[in-house]
């Protein structure tokens, strides 16, 4: 069974808006990454968060990580149509592979 | 070229034969990774591997074999297809489990 779920299952915006995403675990982690996969394309890592940290930016991305409530939220500030894309959410459930979630489906309307 | 690639990008076989999926990474990365990825089920491991000769089952390893004879090479062989078993698949590697992944283009077999 997945680890992690994400949600939603498929959103869109207006370019501009910003766009959050959600993803729920099921077991302790040393890490939470995500990636997104423009469609037909292999997956591209987007950010990595540690157990003991509890936000992380990088450009327009700010992940957020609740181990309390096994959780981590995406927001993407300023949506571009580049970022349309599906983005899943990857936890290591304290091993040493990845189990990734089915992913949300992001649509950025220009 | 520099990267992790997989070949071929495209494959239809039949029921019954066997098919063998290349993966290639040129940074020496300990680990790697296959994954299939099917509408609705997102990507799953299908087996993994810490070392060159050390690999280990993922979620979903039922008809698939393994092998990593070289650091850089981690071929996945279907020993006799099923019309399951289309799907694209993805390899992918890593220095270490507390690094980020890297993914090759994906394989799209086609299982008639």
């Given at each position: 069974s997945q680890q992690g779920e994400e949600d939603p299952q498929a959103l869109s915006i207006q370019e501009g808006e910003n766009a959050t995403m959600n993803c729920s675990y099921k077991t302790s982690i040393n890490n939470l990454q995500w990636y997104r996969q423009n469609s037909g394309r292999g997956l591209v890592h987007l950010i990595l968060i540690r157990s003991n940290e509890r936000e992380k930016h990088s450009g327009r991305l700010r992940v957020t990580l609740d181990t309390s409530k096994k959780s981590s939220s995406l927001l993407i500030t300023a949506?571009?149509?580049?970022?349309t894309a599906s983005y899943f959410c990857a936890t290591d459930g304290g091993t040493d592979k990845l189990i990734f979630g089915t992913g949300t489906r992001l649509q950025v309307f220009p | 070229d520099a990267g992790i690639t997989q070949s071929p990008r495209y494959k239809i076989t039949e029921t019954g034969r066997q098919v063998t999926l290349m993966c290639h990474q040129t940074?020496?990365?300990s680990y790697m990774f296959w994954y299939r990825q099917d509408l609705g089920h997102g990507l799953r491991l299908i087996y993994y591997s810490a070392a060159a000769d050390i690999t280990d089952k993922g979620e979903v390893p039922d008809g698939y074999v393994v092998s990593r004879s070289k650091t850089e090479n981690f071929p996945l062989t279907l020993e006799s297809a099923t019309r399951s078993q289309t799907s694209v698949y993805f390899c992918a590697s890593t220095p270490g489990i507390s690094y980020e992944q890297y993914f090759g283009p994906g394989t799209r077999l086609t299982v008639t």
């Amino acid at each position: 069974s997945q680890q992690g779920e994400e949600d939603p299952q498929a959103l869109s915006i207006q370019e501009g808006e910003n766009a959050t995403m959600n993803c729920s675990y099921k077991t302790s982690i040393n890490n939470l990454q995500w990636y997104r996969q423009n469609s037909g394309r292999g997956l591209v890592h987007l950010i990595l968060i540690r157990s003991n940290e509890r936000e992380k930016h990088s450009g327009r991305l700010r992940v957020t990580l609740d181990t309390s409530k096994k959780s981590s939220s995406l927001l993407i500030t300023a949506s571009r149509a580049a970022d349309t894309a599906s983005y899943f959410c990857a936890t290591d459930g304290g091993t040493d592979k990845l189990i990734f979630g089915t992913g949300t489906r992001l649509q950025v309307f220009p | 070229d520099a990267g992790i690639t997989q070949s071929p990008r495209y494959k239809i076989t039949e029921t019954g034969r066997q098919v063998t999926l290349m993966c290639h990474q040129t940074w020496s990365h300990s680990y790697m990774f296959w994954y299939r990825q099917d509408l609705g089920h997102g990507l799953r491991l299908i087996y993994y591997s810490a070392a060159a000769d050390i690999t280990d089952k993922g979620e979903v390893p039922d008809g698939y074999v393994v092998s990593r004879s070289k650091t850089e090479n981690f071929p996945l062989t279907l020993e006799s297809a099923t019309r399951s078993q289309t799907s694209v698949y993805f390899c992918a590697s890593t220095p270490g489990i507390s690094y980020e992944q890297y993914f090759g283009p994906g394989t799209r077999l086609t299982v008639t």
